[in-house]
């Protein structure tokens, strides 16, 4: 037996049984809501909601927008045509525009590439925790019209003007999603993996927000594990995971997670249960080294983030109202 | 690794001034300025773009990618010693 091997069957029978358990007693919603993104993670969710409560009860909700990947409304779609549900169109870009995500995303990107416009694509990059002891530090990566690409490391202002700009994507997708909960009084689906949970890879009160997240518990492996198991199309299994958030396309691993999924997963795994580095690493094919170095990045991510999962602080608890 | 100097101890003093102005509010109760700044958890990886910003525009200095790493940022000896460097001129 692997470390993230899983019975898939018992593990989709514990999660439906808790899908159900939430809606009926805590949350007291018809059904559940999913946004689909085309990526494993959601089409697992969705499926698994399937399973929990049945097709008539769960609505896929597509929300493309201008910097969407082509194939995102297409795997989208085959997610939900797979399992047999509603599914709703709602393309954001117009909504985006209206807030200045567009604009404010290039204003931010001028600040380091006074040339950057119309035909220009870019993306964000973190500096590679494995390779070295360098702080993580993002760089932007644009294309010009011309094809030529250019590096800049991004000074504080820019960066958090960038990742503010690019935040208002996740969080319209979350009001569309509870405008069609509130309507159909129906609870929102989460779709975070365990990485993404652990690691704060989420947008407060966007990607973050939800009423139930059935596989936050699991890790990557865990979740193609299931995937397999519940019928996902193989497309949407091979598709690498991306953020889809920006112009120019960008792989998970470049944004936040240092090395690939199959390799932070075992470190994860080690990590939490007080496995050895020396022996993570065997198992990763990485060097000791390396583990280390993600097993630091693990923990410095744990406190950075810490605050994206936090409920309001109060200067007093009011013990009347109790979380369910 | 070098030693600090008289003339480093007032940079030494603007450097913790501005830790403790910056991400603790002024309140420098129980901050320890000897310790390492990310395992006391005085400044996460956000802060490190602040400190960044702070010295290239106080010190007119440039920090180069290679640069980002513990030995130079991570302390306010390590900034301390890193700021000498770049101010002799030499690579750090």
Sequence with gaps: MGWLDIDPEAETARICLRIREVLARSLKRRGLVVAVSGGVDSAVTLFLCVRAVGKERVVALLMPERHSAEETLELG?????????????????????????????????????????????????????????????????????????????????????????????????????????????YAVAGTPNRLEYDQGFFVKNGDGAADVKPIAHLYKTQVYALARHLGVPEEIRR?????????LAQGQDEFYFAVPHEQFDVCLYARNHGIAAERAAREAGLSTEQVERVFRDIEAKREATRYLHMAPLLVEEVPEVRSA | MLSLGVGDAAVREEVKRFIVDNFLFGDSEGFDENASFLESGVIDSTGILELVTFLEETYQIRVEDEELVPENLGSIDAVTRYLKRKRNGGAA
């Excluded at chain 1, 598709?239 to 112009?247: F, I, K, L, Q």
């Design chain 1, 239 to 247: 598709r690498p995971p991306t953020t889809d958030t920006y112009s």
């Design chain 1, 77 to 185: 779609r085959l997610a939900a045509d797979a399992c047999g549900v509603r599914t709703i169109l709602e393309d954001i870009t117009g909504i985006l525009e209206a807030v200045g995500c567009y604009r404010r995303y290039d204003e931010a990107v001028r600040r380091v590439l006074p040339g950057y416009g119309e035909g220009w694509t870019s993306k964000i990059v973190l500096s590679g925790t494995a390779e070295s002891s360098r702080f993580n530090v993002f760089h932007l990566v644009a294309r010009s019209p011309a094809g030529e690409i250019v590096r800049e490391r991004l000074p504080l202002t820019a960066y958090l003007e960038i990742v503010a700009a690019t935040n208002f994507k996740q969080r319209t997708r979350k009001m569309m999603e509870y405008y069609h909960a509130d309507r159909l009084h």
